[in-house]
């Protein structure tokens, strides 16, 4: 059964760097699209990132485009997400999830599967 499972969460400074991991398990992921989704308090899930299926391309919402990164290893199965210069508006939970298309706006469209999510808290 495919499973991933989102790493690196916690609290993190403004200013400071976020560094969260996502680890595919039991199926095959190669031909899917892998992304980041964060839902914060009170507000809809929104995309962040996404990375096409050969790695070649990423896209980033606009919220965080310019300090946002996302990288895929096909030898260790990970998705990383690295987000620069944050700010308190990027507390949320971030979900790793797999899908069809990384859109343009840096969400993924058609998921079909997703972590349980990790949660972030940017404060001082």
């Not at 680890?23 to 308090?41: E, I, L």
């Not at 507390?91 to 993924?108: D, E, K, S």
Request: include cysteine; charge should be neutral.
């Amino acid at each position: 059964q495919l499973q991933l499972a989102e790493s690196g969460g916690g609290l993190v400074q403004p200013g400071g760097t976020l560094r969260l991991s996502c680890k595919v398990t039991g199926g095959s992921w190669d031909y899917n699209a892998m992304g980041w989704f964060r839902q914060a308090p009170g507000k809809q899930r929104e995309g962040v990132s996404c990375i096409t299926s050969d790695g070649q391309s990423s896209r980033s919402a606009p919220s965080v485009r310019g300090r946002a990164t996302v990288s895929r290893d096909s030898a260790e199965n990970t998705v990383d997400l690295t987000i620069n210069k944050v700010i308190p508006e990027d507390t949320a939970v971030y979900f790793c999830a797999m899908g069809r298309v990384c859109t343009t706006l840096g969400y993924i469209h058609q998921t079909t599967d997703w972590g349980n999510g990790t949660l972030v808290t940017v404060s001082s």
